[in-house]
């Protein structure tokens, strides 16, 4: 089966996916579209490839991704190196960008098998137009109908990626911020589990935010959202090792998420305060 995801900025209130779509449909058979999110903010790579890293291993092997975020080629715009089509493989699936940051924002410290930036986009100026139409979505058809990337690009090793905030560790303690708010209103940050438990898992902790002028603390990471009562904050890993705060049956529309009752928004930072045990008698004496 051939597979193939569809990430965009485009939103659901136009006629622009249905066109991605019937673009897609009209030039391949028997491939099953499946759509990340298109409604990722404008122009917001960092966006686009949290949501993707989020879920691209839970697709077989050699799927297509198509982003369309920032999707208009810049060829030596301003003096800039420009922003190509490209192609990159990476555990055994392929995903179609701009080289706009996207790339680099996606693999972080990781490598891909390949980087190819597709050739002759400069031949016909209306591929300009509606790129990940006429652009992104050819490749992608071509990889799905069994062409190699070498055919369609030109072998790279340089790829561009937009500035994110980094989680950080010090003595005793993490900085993180948040990077996404779900539809649930749930903060996820960029502290990753496993930068978390480099401190120990017997270390005593308070992780700590502040918004709206009042100040909120928990020193305990959850298993889950029900560890905790009904309507309190809660404090998660979630499956891809992120930490989440959240309240428990709290969600944006109903008795009001993370988001609505702590008035967390992305780039608010995040503090986890480390305290060996013994060191504070009470949560009281760390502030």
């Known amino acids: 089966m051939k597979v193939i995801t569809l990430t965009t900025d485009m939103g659901l209130n136009d006629h622009y996916v249905a066109s991605l779509k019937g673009s897609l449909l009209k030039s391949a058979s028997d491939v099953q579209v499946v759509d990340i999110v298109h409604t990722v903010r404008p122009f917001d790579i960092s966006e686009a490839a949290f949501h993707v890293r989020s879920c691209f291993t839970d697709f077989p092997e050699g799927t297509v991704h198509v982003i369309g975020v920032d999707s208009e080629p ?50 016909n100026e209306k591929l300009f137009k509606f790129p990940t139409k006429n652009v992104l979505i050819p490749a992608a058809v071509k990889l799905l109908n069994g062409v190699q990337p070498e055919e369609i690009g030109s072998a790279s090793t340089e790829y561009k990626s937009a500035l994110n ?47 709206k002028r009042k100040d909120y603390f928990i020193d305990v990471i959850s ?26 049956r709290g969600a944006n529309g109903s008795t009001g998420g993370a988001e609505q009752l702590f008035g967390l928004r992305i780039n608010d930072m995040i503090r ?16």
């Open 165 to 211: 905030p980094i989680a950080v560790s010090e003595a005793n303690l993490i900085k993180g911020y948040v990077i996404h708010v779900d539809n649930y209103g749930n903060a996820i940050t960029n502290i990753n589990q496993e930068l978390f438990e480099r401190f120990g898992e017997d270390t005593p902790f308070v992780l700590y935010f502040k918004r």
């Open 272 to 287: 986890i305060e480390f305290t060996p045990a013994g060191s504070r008698e009470t949560i009281e004496s760390l502030f």
């Open 223 to 248: 298993g889950a959202y029900n560890e905790v009562p009904q309507g309190e904050k809660v404090a998660v890993f979630n499956e891809n090792g992120l930490l989440e705060i959240a309240i428990n």
């Open 74 to 123: 810049i060829v030596n715009f301003g003096g800039s190196d420009g922003s190509f089509p490209s192609i990159m493989k990476y555990q055994n699936q392929y995903f179609i960008s701009c080289d706009n940051g996207f790339f680099g924002a996606f693999l972080g410290e990781n490598h891909p098998q390949g980087f190819w930036r597709i050739d002759d986009i400069l031949s």
